[in-house]
Every structure is written in structure tokens, then in C-alpha cells.
């Protein structure tokens, strides 16, 4: 079946410093990727969608300037959290699109990194 | 905009034992999807199940089955034979058929289900 995997899986890290979370599809290519957010005992929310070789769309009230996103290829899609601050700790999830054409596509989800900021 | 809203927050249910878990959707559109994920302790988002809308029959898979009802906009989930290992957060999410918004999904905000020895 088709894997997504996320690096790393925990980190923590200091007020002020910058954190980067990769994500990738291992045995597929995906024509999107998508970032969440989410706190504990609540849902997802969506931050931002990635198609490879173009730039993000960020959901509303999202600040793209903290939350860079790059997607330099299919299988491989970054989100690099900027001078994070102890709000921003949190749990992100990313999911790659596969697109079968006709027959459809489905969304597979990595395993998630829970981000701490000190 | 369409909108996802389950109103159980938290569910229990015997093990071995049936429960159904609720879920209710706004759209204008005919054509959609509905799905059901299962997120257990390890945060690992799991598909349960899919429905095209387009599909009169219920989807089902092995003792997961929904009652999709269009016309009341309801999807809810049935778990058969409930075992120990089901015991997770289930979320509903809604998506659009077309492509225009990158098929992103509709996310409820989720029902806690345990399961009881």
C-alpha cells in the first residue's frame, strides 16, 4: 500500500529557532500534498496545500511567512516552521494525494510530528 | 462552504457489542465524497471507509458499514463486533467531486469512541 512517512517524528526546539518537517511519499508520486495542524482531542485543520512546482495555497489566516512550504518534487514536500514560538507547538500531519485518472485518487496520511517549542 | 458535524463528542460501547457513530453535512453540490478515518493512540490517520454519493449502496468494509442517506445529508458509521483495537478518535470529512479546490477535506470535529472489556 501506499506509505507516507514523516521526519522527524518528534522534535523540540528552542523560542526563536526554525524547524523543518519533511514529508514523503515513499513508493508513489503525489500530485498534492497537504499540511494540518492539530491540538490535542480536536480536529484537523488544514494549513496549507502543496502541488509540486508551484507555490502553496495557504487556508485563511494562515501566515505563509511562518509557515514555508516547499514541494521541490513529487514524492517530497517540506514545511519549515520560522522563528517558532512556544504557540506554535503543536501536532502536524501531512497527506499526499495519488491520482489514478479515471479510476480516482485517495489521500494517504504520514504518521505526524508532534513540534515543542521551549 | 460545506460543513462536517458530528455531535457525539465521546462514545463508548461494550466490547463485541454494535455502536453508530453520527454524521451530518452541508453541501449545495450533487457529487461527493464522504469518508470516515480512524485515529488511534499512535495519531496514524486510518481511511475506514469511502462512499461516492453518486452510489446508492452503502459502503461497507468487513465490520465497518455506513447508512448513507442523501437526501437528509447524514452519514453515519456502524462498527460490528466491536473489538478493543477499535477504540479511537473517528472523524467524518466531506470532499468535493471536482478538482477546484485541490480536493482538500471537510473535517467534523471528531467522536471518541472507547470500547469497554
Known amino acids: 500500500g501506499a506509505v507516507v512517512s514523516q521526519h522527524p517524528s518528534w522534535v523540540i526546539c528552542k523560542s526563536g529557532t526554525s524547524v523543518k518537517i519533511e514529508c514523503r511519499s515513499l513508493?508513489?508520486?503525489?500530485?498534492?500534498m497537504f499540511w494540518y495542524r492539530q491540538f490535542p482531542k480536536q480536529s484537523l485543520m488544514l494549513m496549507a496545500t502543496?502541488?509540486?512546482?508551484?507555490?502553496?495555497?495557504?487556508e485563511q489566516g494562515v501566515e505563509k511567512d511562518k509557515f514555508l512550504i516547499n514541494h521541490a518534487s513529487l514524492t517530497l514536500s517540506t514545511l519549515t516552521v520560522t522563528s517558532a514560538h512556544p504557540e506554535d507547538s503543536s501536532f502536524y500531519i501531512c497527506?499526499?494525494?495519488?491520482?489514478?485518472?479515471?479510476?480516482?485518487?485517495?489521500?494517504?496520511f504520514g504518521p505526524g510530528t508532534r513540534l515543542t517549542v521551549t | 462552504a460545506q460543513t462536517v458535524t458530528q455531535s457525539q463528542p465521546e462514545m463508548s460501547v461494550q466490547e463485541a457489542e454494535t455502536v453508530t457513530l453520527s454524521c451530518t453535512y452541508d453541501?449545495?453540490?450533487?457529487?461527493?465524497?464522504l469518508f470516515w478515518y480512524k485515529q488511534p493512540p499512535s495519531r496514524q490517520m486510518i481511511l475506514v471507509i469511502r462512499?461516492?454519493?453518486?452510489k446508492q449502496q452503502n459502503a461497507t468494509e468487513n465490520r465497518f458499514s455506513v447508512n448513507f442517506q442523501k437526501a437528509a445529508k447524514s452519514f453515519s458509521l456502524k462498527i460490528s463486533d466491536s473489538q478493543l483495537g477499535d477504540a479511537a478518535m473517528y472523524f467524518c470529512?466531506?470532499?468535493?467531486?471536482?478538482?477546484?479546490?485541490?480536493?482538500?477535506?471537510?473535517w467534523g470535529l471528531g467522536t471518541s469512541l472507547a470500547v469497554n472489556p
Open positions: 497527506s499526499a494525494r495519488i491520482d489514478w485518472g479515471d479510476l480516482g485518487d485517495e489521500q494517504y
Open positions: 470529512a466531506y470532499r468535493s467531486w471536482n478538482a477546484g479546490n485541490n480536493r482538500k477535506l471537510i
Open positions: 502543496s502541488n509540486e512546482g508551484s507555490k502553496a495555497t495557504y
Open positions: 513508493d508513489f508520486q503525489a500530485t498534492t
Open positions: 462512499q461516492e454519493a453518486y
Open positions: 453541501t449545495s453540490e450533487s457529487d461527493y465524497y
